[in-house]
Structure formats: C-alpha cells, structure tokens
C-alpha cells in the first residue's frame, strides 16, 4: 500500500448488508482511483462479509471483520489502518452522490491549498425527495460548533490532525466525532474551508437518527466538558434569541423592521435613565 496516499475512505457496517453493497458500489465505481478504501465490519452475521468479498480483486481495497465495542471504536480501526493524507467517513447505507465526487473533492484540496479540513454539501433522502442539508459550514467559530455539528459524512480530514488531537472518544455512542470536531476547529483553531462539491447522500436510519434522547443527552455532557461554564451559560441563555435574528438577518425587510423596533425601545429607556427612572 502506497504511504503517500491522497485519501482514505473508511466504511464501518455492523449487520447492515444492503446498505454495504450500495456503499461500496458508489465508492468502487469512482473515475478517480487515488484512495485507498478500507472497509471495518464488526463481525456481521448478515451476509456482509460475503459482499466485501465480492469485491476483493478491487485495486486498493482492505477490510477485516471483528467484534468491535461500538461505532467509534470501529472507526478509530478505520483510522489507525488508513495511509491517506485525507480521511473520508462514509459509513454503510451512505453513498457518494456520483462517480466525480472523489475527483472534484481532490481538486479541491489542491485548489485550496490542501486545508485541515474541507466539508462539501451533503443530502438526506426523506421519502422519495433527496433534500440538500442547510448546514452549510463557512466559518469555524465556537457558536458554530454549539449550535450545530458539522456535516462529518460530507468531510475531507487530515489523518494528522488525529495523531496531534487524539482519536474518537469510544465513551459516547452519537456525538463523538461532534466532539472531536468542536475540540479541534475551536480550540486547535485548525483551518477549515466548505467546498460547493455535493458529495454525500446520507443514511436516515442511523443511530443519531433514532435516537433523539441519547443525542441530547451526550451533547449536553459534551459542551459541559468542552466550553467554560461561563460561556456555555450565555450561550445556553441566549441561544435560541441568537438563532432567531441569524433567520431574521436573512431577510433585509424584517431585519429593518426590528431594527427599527430595538431603536425605538433604546431611546425610550435612554429617557427613562435621564429622568431618574429605572429600567
């Protein structure tokens, strides 16, 4: 196996066979080959390992098949095997949205000048409609990171960045690749740069799908660990006004509206104070 390899892509499956074979399909059936494509199956009893095999004459591919202690335990496999400069997570049931993905997203890195980590637009199937995700990660701020996760099966990152920050943490079941983001990007102040390439059309019936309880719960834990009290308070306090004038700034009418209406109400407590009043 090469060790300069441009990419990695990793494909974790547990007992979910048919979405394997459609994973593995968008990734084989690329026009650009520079990647390696390591797949880490936790033992499946399904008939997946029969698929992997189907495609063992594939140039670049490896694979094993072991009980592992969740998803991202299988990950951080994926990840200690992987020789790519970048790493794709496309775990099974997910597909690349066509053949050119890996081809433009290569293109990318070089044509900005090969970032820590570069993020594409992702789709989620709902019914018979593939929907464009709104998530769209232009800055790399620490309310960014609060208020939402960036799109990790739609993300190009460098393999070094997880031998300086360490790897998944394997204690939490949903968020943990939220959490490695948020360390990093934030608090590493590690480059980032979102890419009009589409790139992932993505699983709705994974496990941070189904479980909405566990998700909250593990991102609560998260931001306690990971913010300072203080400003996760704030945050906490005035998070859903933030989130209310960000849609409101989108629209130049409504926000001139309540321009209008915060000027208003400043002038007449400014009256108030200079009265002798109080607010």
Not at 63 to 87: R, V
Not at 112 to 131: A, C, V, W
Not at 215 to 241: F, H, N, Q, V, W
Request: charge should be positive; hydrophobic fraction near 35%; glycine fraction near 6%.
């Amino acid at each position: 196996m090469q060790q300069n390899m441009k990419l990695s892509i990793i494909t974790i499956n547990w007992n979910n066979a048919e979405g394997l074979r459609k994973t593995m399909k968008s990734v084989l059936t690329q026009s650009c080959k520079e990647f390696e494509y390591i797949v880490v199956d936790g033992g499946s009893t399904d008939g997946g390992v029969d698929i992997i095999k189907q495609y063992e004459d594939s140039p670049n591919l490896r694979w094993l098949s072991e009980k592992d202690n969740g998803i991202y335990n299988a990950m951080n496999k994926g990840i200690k095997m992987a020789h790519g400069e970048y790493l794709h997570f496309l775990n099974s049931g997910d597909c690349l949205i066509d053949q050119d993905v890996v081809r433009k997203m290569l293109a990318e890195v070089e044509r900005n000048n090969h970032p820590d980590i570069m993020i594409g637009s992702l789709y989620r199937l709902e019914g018979n409609k593939t929907i464009k995700d709104q998530i769209i990660y232009k800055d790399s701020t620490l309310w960014s990171l609060y208020s939402s996760a960036p799109n990790h099966p739609a993300a190009y990152v460098r393999r070094k960045l997880f031998e300086k920050y360490g790897l998944y943490d394997e204690g939490l079941r949903i968020v943990s690749d939220w959490k490695w983001f948020l360390k990093v990007i934030v608090w590493g102040n590690v480059s980032l740069v979102y890419v009009d390439v589409d790139v992932t059309l993505f699983d709705t019936n994974g496990i941070s799908e189904s479980n909405v309880a566990l998700l909250r719960e593990e991102r609560s834990r998260t931001l306690k660990e990971e913010i300072p009290p203080k400003i996760l308070a704030d945050y906490d306090k005035y998070g859903i006004d933030i989130r209310m004038m960000q849609r409101i700034r989108r629209h130049k009418w409504a926000y001139g509206i309540v321009y209008f209406i915060e000027r208003m109400l400043f002038k007449m407590e400014k009256r108030k104070v200079k009265r002798g009043g109080r607010l």
